[in-house]
Each structure stands twice: as C-alpha cells, then as structure tokens.
C-alpha cells in the first residue's frame, strides 16, 4: 500500500495500470518528450491512434504531430512552455497521422522532470476526439441556424411592431376628436371609455413587441480591425500592473511566441480582459499569483485566466455572469456588488461569437476564466475560409 497524504492505492494495482497505459491501451496515446521537444518514449496507444511505430518516432521532434499551419505558429513549443510555466498545458487541435491524414486531438502535456528550476522531461498524454468534433461541428451548424431563425424572428416583430403602429396614431386622434363631439351625450362615453383603453392596451402590445426586438439586437455595437492577438493581451496586462504591484501579485503571462493576428473590436476586448484581470486581482490575497495563457485552434483564439484567490462557492457559479448578481449574506465573495463587470465580459464576448467560462473548486480554491473568440470577423469574406474538414 502507498501512502501519499490523502491518496491511496495498491502497489500491485498501480503497477497493473503501468502496463495498460503504456503497453496494452490503444484509447489513449502517451509519449514523453525531453527539453529540446524530441521524442523519448511511446506507447502502443500512440502507435495506434497516429500509426507510426516507436522505431519511427523516438529521436523525432514532436513538431511532427502538429499540422503544418501550427508548426509555424511554433504550438509545439508553447504547448510545452505552459506546461512549464503553469504546470500543464491543455490543447485541443488537429494533430497529424503516419499516413497525412488529421484527427482532432484533445491533450495535455506535463512536467515529468527537473533539474532544480528547469524542466528537463516532458508527458503528453492524448486521445482520439474527432467523433467529438464532428458532433460539436454540428452543434455548431444547429446553433447557427437557430440564430438565422431568431434574426428572422426579430425582423417579423420589428415589422409586425411597425405595421401595428402605423394606424394607432389615427384612431387615436379619431377618438379624441368624437369625445370633442360627445361632451353633451352621455350615451356616448361608455363607448369612447372602452376604445380608448383599448387603443391603450395595443399601444403597450406595440411597445413590448418593439422592446423585444431591440433586446434581441442588441444595444451595444462593435467595431472590427485587424490586431495583434498578443500586443492585445499585453496592454491589458499593463493596465492592471500598478494595481497587482499594490498587492504584490505577480502576474505570470505564456502567449504563443511568433504575432497571432485576429480581427476583433481591439477596445471592446482589452476592456474583457482588463476586467477579467481586475477581478483576478481584487479576490486574490496579498502575494497571490494570476496565470494568464492563450493558444489558438484552428478558428479561435482562447485564453486561460487562473488565480490563486477565493474561488466562487458553487451555487454562485451559474450566476457570476449575470447583471446585479450578488453574494449571498452582502458577504465580499466573487459576484459582490453589481455584477456589472463580468456580464460587461460576457456580452462583449457574445457580441464576438465568442464564449467564456468559469471553473472553480470553491471557496479558497481559487478560479478559472476561459475565453474563447473566433480569429476572424464571421461576417467578412474570412468567413469562407472555413476549418478543414476530415474524412
């Protein structure tokens, strides 16, 4: 029996699931790398999944799992310098096989080695997730859809609202005009009672219809231009470097190393990361730490945003994003106060087509933002351009 603190197992299991894992799994594929990112050990799951043999890989640079287009993104490298850095490095992307074909690999890498500061040994682990993908992409194509249906829903209200609104005006300016005519016949009133207050209710029917179309639209506006995905993310971190210094917080930053250009509203976005940023700042104690990487997959850029602060109590996870949300008991937790500022990120966002997400064990545990926005304008020409797709 091994005894580590709080975890527990059997030696003869643990040794049982060596052999699986390296020798017996094909679900799963397993291949350590060292410092200089050359291939060190492989498994039979990595055979599988990629069709080459260990024979064929070991001394290899991993580069050679990367497509091409993330090859000279140099993805490789930072997949392994965040694993450094943060102490692992997530990546979902295409990935390629013996034969030229790509499946869709959902990874992570580790530090498996070190030489005082320095990592000298590396473990990526990874799967098969192109049936995920697949389905996603049509999740993604319903999604789409269902948004065409509600701009054309929003276009039939914002008619419906106008046409409504067109003979209103007149009839209400006809019954104004016989209750002129009417002050000497008392008969007269009941009528004009009734259609004036009917006139008044189709009035509110109208307002409510107009009220819903501009919900639906939108109030706020963005502005696309072309900018650099990391000068972008560097500005904000400057923006927020008097106020970490003031609680001596260091602010740790891994971007991929060669300029990533992406069309988005550049003022809109630094303004969700400047909150994000803020908010990492204002719930991590003194000396704390705030992690903040970003990576991109074929159609999106995504950024992580970890600190080592209070986290959110689970039942306030549903709602941090939502206007006015406040904590339970006035208390000073994440989601105190308005609540402006995260549903300010996740408006921006969805202006973008975007998402963003938070995770966070609780209280004390610290939390996690992920932020997720297409590279490129979906409404421009770009747009064609659209992710390979696999047989």
């Known amino acids: 029996m091994t005894d580590t603190g709080n975890l527990y197992w059997k030696r003869e299991d643990a040794e049982a699931l060596h052999v699986l894992l390296l020798e017996k799994t094909r679900q799963y594929g397993i291949m350590f790398y060292d410092a200089g990112l050359r291939i060190t050990g492989w498994n039979s799951g990595a055979e599988f999944i990629t069709g080459w043999t260990a024979a064929e890989v070991l001394g290899q640079p991993t580069g050679m799992l990367f497509i091409p287009e993330d090859r000279e993104r140099k993805l490789d490298e930072h997949e392994a310098s965040t694993a450094a850095l943060v102490g692992v490095g997530e990546d979902e992307r295409w990935h390629m096989r013996r034969d030229g074909s790509w499946f869709w690999s959902s990874g992570v890498s580790l530090p498996l080695h070190r030489e005082g500061e320095r990592v000298t040994g590396f473990v990526k682990i990874f799967r098969d997730a192109t049936h995920l993908r697949v389905r996603t992409r049509y999740l ?98 400057e923006s927020c470097t008097t106020a970490a210094q003031f609680k001596n917080i260091t602010i740790h930053r891994s971007f991929p190393p060669l300029p990533i250009a992406v069309d988005v509203d550049a003022r809109r976005i630094q303004q969700v990361f400047v909150n994000l940023l803020n908010n990492a700042i204002k719930f991590t104690p003194q000396g704390g730490h705030v992690w903040l990487t970003a990576t991109i997959d074929p159609t999106h850029f995504i950024c992580y945003m970890k600190d080592s602060g209070k986290g959110i109590e689970p039942n306030m996870l549903p709602r941090i994003f939502d206007v006015f949300t406040q904590a339970e008991g006035g208390r000073a937790e994440r989601g105190a106060g308005l609540g402006i500022g995260l549903a300010l990120v996740k408006e921006i966002v969805s202006l973008h087509q975007g998402t963003v997400e938070v995770r966070s064990e609780g209280a004390g545990k610290g939390a996690e933002f992920t932020v997720r926005i297409p590279l490129h304008r979906p409404s421009s020409e770009r747009d064609a351009r659209n992710e390979p797709e696999q047989p």
């Open 140 to 237: 993604e194509n319903e999604l789409k859809a269902s948004g065409e249906r509600e701009a054309e829903r929003d276009v039939f209200l914002g008619t419906i609202a106008h046409e409504m609104r067109n003979p209103l005006s007149p009839l209400k300016t006809a019954v104004q005009l016989m209750r002129m005519q009417a002050r000497e016949a008392a008969a007269m009133d009941r009528p004009l009672q009734v259609m004036e207050r009917q006139l008044g209710v189709l009035e509110h029917l109208v307002e409510d219809l107009v009220d819903v179309a501009r919900v639906n639209s939108g109030k706020m506006s963005i502005r696309y231009e072309q900018v650099e995905y990391q000068a972008l993310l560097n500005e904000a971190v």
